[in-house]
Nanobody, 122 residues
Framework: QVQLVESGGGLVQAGGSLRLSCAASGRTFSAYAVGWFRQAPGKDREFVAAISWSGGNTDYADSVKDRFTISRDNAKNTVYLQMNSLKPEDPAVYYC???????????????WGQGTNVTVSS
């Protein structure tokens, strides 16, 4: 299994940028698809972005497309979410999640981190 720990959250101004990191432990990390999800207060957890096990394919929610970029560095066992042009609707707890390669398509991730909080100020 893979253990995931998110970091990089914090307070940023609207229009600013932030990069989240998902550090993973486990020798099978490179074989996992990884996704980013977020959950705002009073709302359901929603899909943000995903990257395939090879890093060759990415997917984004329409709400973040062209603003967020997901990437991975398997040598460092880390997945990143670069967030640019942050909007007032982006604040949430952001989670990274891992799963088998097919998870890239199904979004049914089996392993979840504890989340990192992102706050956007006006």
């Amino acid at each position: 299994q893979v253990q995931l720990v998110e970091s990089g959250g914090g307070l940023v101004q609207a229009g600013g940028s932030l990069r989240l990191s998902c550090a993973a432990s486990g020798r099978t990390f490179s074989a996992y698809a990884v996704g980013w999800f977020r959950q705002a207060p009073g709302k359901d957890r929603e899909f943000v972005a995903a990257i395939s096990w090879s890093g060759g394919n990415t997917d984004y929610a329409d709400s973040v497309k062209d603003r967020f970029t997901i990437s991975r560095d398997n040598a460092k066992n880390t997945v990143y979410l670069q967030m640019n042009s942050l909007k007032p609707e982006d604040p949430a707890v952001y989670y990274c999640a891992g799963g088998l390669p097919s998870t890239f398509f199904t979004r049914t991730y089996g392993y979840w981190g504890q989340g990192t909080n992102v706050t956007v100020s006006s």
